[in-house]
């Protein structure tokens, strides 16, 4: 073969390897993992529009933040999705959350629930734990029955709480708990006096379940760009710049932010970051203001990036903190019981925060929980000791403590049956007791009853 050929031959086979890596390289596969709104909401569409043009597949992985934030930052994942930012701890150190949609946090029931409007401070209050019925706030009597994402760095429950709260680790009186915002949408429709927190873009449309207005206003579309709605928030893709396919992983973010990736968002009922400058530009009196409204403080914890990112190229977002400025509230003799241990992969999370009431007419601390009930005042134990203190005691003070030991050891005390669907924070409640009191009388080890189970319940 003359060596013209030969050359010829061998420059047309590299040449085509070269455009088969090329090619390859621009159809790379990634993983997506993330919570289920952001899935549903952006990413679903967007991937169907990426591929088809031309870019490679994207593996999705729907479960919750957590869990896709774990998997960007250890390779396993290429993409997370998240309905918060970066909450500054060292888990999410190193990763890069670019917002690319405004959705509106929603409270949702029943549809069958008569219940259609609540105000900023009812919300606050049913998490709270101040607000247990529905009568309360112009429905049937019957209890609330309060549904959260059992996570507490959930991405919805997490913006939510730091709305109302100030701050996103929030406690709250919500006993019943899933592991992402669709089993919780799925038990809602089911249960006539449910309540929780989920997305627009995730229930819009659904006839089983009733979105509330908040102080009259209906959340949609058009009131969350316009932030007549109160409640919203960016959704995000979080990336890791040291990953293998950090390149590619950049593109499909920019993708999402291009005009084909903001026609996807629209459809699904999404409003484009970037076409929500009006709301970074009020996101700051907005929050001041719901918080002065029910009574709470910001803490130091990030809320949200303060300008979009520029586009097609979108950098990488900085999460603004404002610090705390409020004084501690007195928390003396404040004791707490945990009701369900976080799960292992989250035992960095915090949720130390309380929220603070000024006004002199809304109480204090007692019963604000999720998983844990906290109350003031010490637990008054079964028996207390005679004894005399030193050499100064005499015969009253013998008898007074006499009297207080009768006192102690006379209170009444009752059978209660346990009910089907009932917990031991449930009945605490109930009773106007603690869950460490009824532990105790019942000499039981954890907080798990039975139906049909009799406990010993005393007085106060």
């Given at each position: 073969?003359?060596?013209?050929i030969?050359r ?12 088969t ?6 159809t ?17 569409g967007?991937a169907?529009?990426?591929?088809s ?14 869990s ?7 390779g ?19 990763l ?23 105000t ?17 706030v ?13 996570s ?5 429950e ?5 709305l ?9 009186a919500a ?13 809602v429709?089911?249960d ?5 927190v989920?997305?627009l ?6 006839p ?91 803490s ?57 009431m ?8 007692a019963?604000?929980?999720?998983d ?6 010490k637990?008054?134990m ?10 100064t ?23 209660y ?23 105790s009388?019942n ?13 010993r319940?005393?007085?106060?």
């Amino acid at each position: 073969m003359p060596v013209r050929i030969t050359r010829l031959l061998t420059a047309a086979l590299i040449g085509a390897g070269l455009s088969t890596a090329v090619l390859a390289a621009a159809t790379q596969s990634l993983t997506w993992r993330g919570d289920v709104v952001t899935a549903n909401g952006v990413v679903k569409g967007v991937a169907k529009a990426w591929q088809s043009s031309g870019h490679g597949s994207v593996q999705i992985q729907p479960f919750n933040t957590a869990s896709g934030l774990d998997a960007v930052a250890g390779g396993s994942a290429d993409i997370a999705g998240s309905a918060r930012p970066s909450s500054g701890s060292a888990e999410d150190s190193g990763l890069t959350f670019t917002p690319v949609a405004w959705d509106g946090l929603v409270l949702i029931t029943g549809s069958g629930n008569p219940v259609s409007n609540l105000t900023l401070q009812q919300v606050h209050d049913i998490y709270y734990g101040r607000i247990t019925n529905w009568k309360a706030v112009g429905g049937n009597d019957a209890p609330i029955d309060v549904f959260a994402v059992a996570s507490p760095g959930d991405g919805v429950e997490f913006s939510l709480r730091k709305l109302l709260f100030g701050r996103g680790s929030q406690p709250v009186a919500a006993p019943r708990l899933y592991v992402n915002t669709t089993q919780l949408e799925q038990s809602v429709a089911l249960d006539p006096r449910g309540f929780g927190v989920t997305t627009l873009s995730s229930v819009a449309g659904n006839p089983k379940i009733k979105m509330l207005r908040i102080d009259g206003t209906a959340p949609s579309v058009s009131s969350v760009a316009s932030g007549a709605y109160p409640l919203f928030a960016p959704l995000y893709l979080v990336t890791n710049p040291s990953s293998p396919n950090a390149a590619q992983a950049k593109a499909f973010v920019d993708f999402a932010l291009s005009d084909k990736g903001a026609a996807t968002l629209r459809s699904h009922s999404l409003v484009p970051y970037d076409a929500g400058t009006t709301l970074i530009a009020m996101d700051a009196s907005r929050r001041s203001r719901i918080l002065a409204e029910v009574g709470a403080h910001a803490s130091a914890e990030p809320t949200q990036i303060a300008s979009a990112p520029s586009r097609p190229a979108a950098a990488p977002s900085i999460a603004a903190a404002r610090p705390a400025t409020p004084a501690t509230p007195t928390l003396a003799k404040v004791s707490g019981s945990v009701l369900t241990p976080p799960p292992s992969s989250l035992k960095g999370v915090r949720g130390e925060a309380f929220t603070q009431m000024t006004a002199p007419d809304r109480g204090s601390f007692a019963k604000v929980t999720s998983d844990a009930y906290v109350s003031h005042g010490k637990i008054v134990m079964a028996k207390a000791s005679t004894k005399s203190a030193g050499k100064t005691s005499n015969a009253a003070s013998k008898a007074e403590g006499k009297k207080r030991v009768a006192s102690v050891d006379s209170k009444p005390a009752r059978s209660y049956r346990v009910a089907a669907g009932e917990t031991l924070y449930s009945i605490a409640r109930k009773h106007g007791v603690d869950v460490a009191q009824i532990r105790s009388w019942n000499h039981l080890k954890d907080n798990t009853v039975r139906t049909g189970q009799m406990l010993r319940i005393e007085s106060r």
